[in-house]
């Protein structure tokens, strides 16, 4: 295993002045990674670079509007970015914007979050027609992001989720709740609009394992039934256990919560809300089907439990009768320029944090000198937001053991970089001028009583921002 070192009288040099460090990615895992190096006894300072012209990645643009408690965790996060020891660079898109070689002329290491943001792939027949959606897609429509259509199709009267995690929870909810209800938050007008007019009134979740495998936290699966609009339907017969999910809900409160909720849920008789949200267990969805290029509906397979909390195909098919079809099955990082890239695993290939070039004759690891990744593009997309604080910790314990050995930045004076992207024309956002563009959605919401309304239109981010402006 190596790393690059450097011998020189710059070494002494780099010693005298804080460490340079550039995060590329203001979400919470390189939000995390700045807390972490600023907890440490290193004397550091910190450029946090982001492709949108706000802070946050996925807490801004991730989560369902309807989540404000997860949204509370920006409370902490602005914390750390109030640190002197930190600066915001947001609207730089890396690769186009500024490339690693420009990067390691200003810091004397950086440090990778870009998180997962694209839709994994499911390769079943017919996923590609009309009315076929990405839940990622979908998240950044709902979530106001500047980088997707403003519209969205909504005419479907019975839609299909595929997935069994808190993205599918997010996306059947939003579905399946009104506009009206959703109004108070913080959605844009053109998504107000678009939920207003949404025809949806069956929302069907597919499981391909049971209830002890989905992967729902209980907190987010109970909020499903506290819309007066939604009426959460669990058939009784979904309702099984083997050995394997007896012990899955023994080692885990979570699971057994989950578990519980289903049940009760199973056994109630149902109500009278006029919207359905059907969660629907051992089916595993084996074909889209369509007619003229466009969704008509989903043939499922049942499954049983095999003992081990796996399950096996049955070869009974049934077909279901909805018009669009979600699929929430994963995000995806993706291949990040000059990084090493692991196409399956949709990670950056690295140990503990430490990037991986590649294998040196003998088989050991070669690193990339002075370069790491934190969060989802590290790890893959698992987790909760709160996980990634280990994987900052982690990393950032690496990157300060080799700090010793880092070649110096040539470049390290802050005002070299702000300069370089001066010089390229490149409207870049502030820390201060986040606090500008938040002054200026919580006034677009209080006309109405709302905390905020998010602006949308990248051009309007950036003028309420006033890019360059401390």
Not at 131 to 140: C, E, I, K, L
Request: charged share 25%; proline share 7%; with cysteine.
């Amino acid at each position: 295993m190596t790393q690059a070192s450097s011998t020189g009288p710059d070494a002494h040099t780099a010693r005298t002045r804080p460490l340079r460090i550039a995060i590329v990615g203001a979400g919470p895992a390189g939000i995390y990674a700045a807390d972490a190096l600023m907890k440490s006894d290193a004397d550091v300072s910190i450029d946090l670079f982001e492709r949108m012209p706000a802070p946050f990645g996925l807490i801004r643009y991730g989560v369902a509007p309807d989540h404000p408690r997860i949204k509370g965790i920006i409370t902490a996060l602005h914390k750390v970015l109030d640190k002197p020891q930190v600066r915001l660079l947001g609207n730089i898109d890396y690769g186009t914007d500024i490339t690693l070689d420009d990067l390691r002329a200003f810091y004397d290491a950086v440090i990778f979050s870009t998180g997962a943001n694209a839709d994994r792939a499911l390769p079943i027949p017919g996923i590609d027609l009309d009315g076929s959606f990405g839940a990622a897609d979908f998240v950044s429509w709902y979530d106001g992001h500047p980088d997707v259509p403003r519209t969205w199709p909504l005419d479907a009267e019975k839609v299909a989720v595929l997935g069994v995690g808190n993205v599918a929870l997010d996306v059947a909810r939003v579905l399946a709740k009104t506009g009206d209800e959703l109004l108070p938050t913080e959605i844009p007008p053109n998504v107000y609009k678009g939920l207003k007019a949404n025809k949806a009134v069956e929302v069907h979740v597919f499981g391909r394992r049971g209830p002890a495998q989905a992967k729902f936290t209980p907190l987010e699966l109970r909020e499903l039934d506290h819309s007066p609009t939604i009426e959460v339907i669990v058939d009784p017969e979904d309702i099984d256990y083997d050995e394997g999910s007896e012990a899955a809900r023994r080692h885990s409160k979570q699971v057994d919560m989950v578990a519980n909720t289903l049940e009760q849920w199973a056994i109630r008789d149902a109500g009278d809300r006029p919207h359905k949200l059907f969660l629907h267990f051992f089916e595993s969805p084996a074909e889209v089907l369509g007619e003229n290029g466009k969704v008509v509906g989903l043939r499922t397979e049942r499954t049983q439990l095999d003992g081990t909390g796996n399950v096996k195909g049955t070869g009974v098919f049934k077909d279901w009768d909805v018009q669009a079809i979600y699929r929430a099955v994963g995000y995806l990082s993706q291949n990040l320029t000059q990084l090493p890239f692991d196409d399956q695993a949709g990670t950056v290939p690295n140990e503990a944090g430490r990037v991986i070039a590649d294998e040196n004759a003998d088989g050991a690891a070669r690193y990339m000198p002075a370069t790491y990744v934190t969060g989802w593009i590290k790890r893959g997309p698992v987790g909760l937001i709160g996980h990634t604080k280990g994987d900052a910790n982690e990393t950032i314990a690496c990157l300060l053991d080799d700090a010793p050995g880092f070649t110096p930045a040539q470049r390290p004076e802050p005002e070299a970089v702000t300069e370089f992207l001066e010089s390229k024309g490149i409207p870049f956002t502030t820390w201060a001028g986040w606090y500008r563009l938040d002054a200026h959605e919580r006034s677009l919401g209080e006309p109405e009583g709302r905390e905020r309304v998010k602006v949308v239109e990248r051009e309007d981010m950036l003028r309420a921002s006033e890019p360059h402006k401390v």
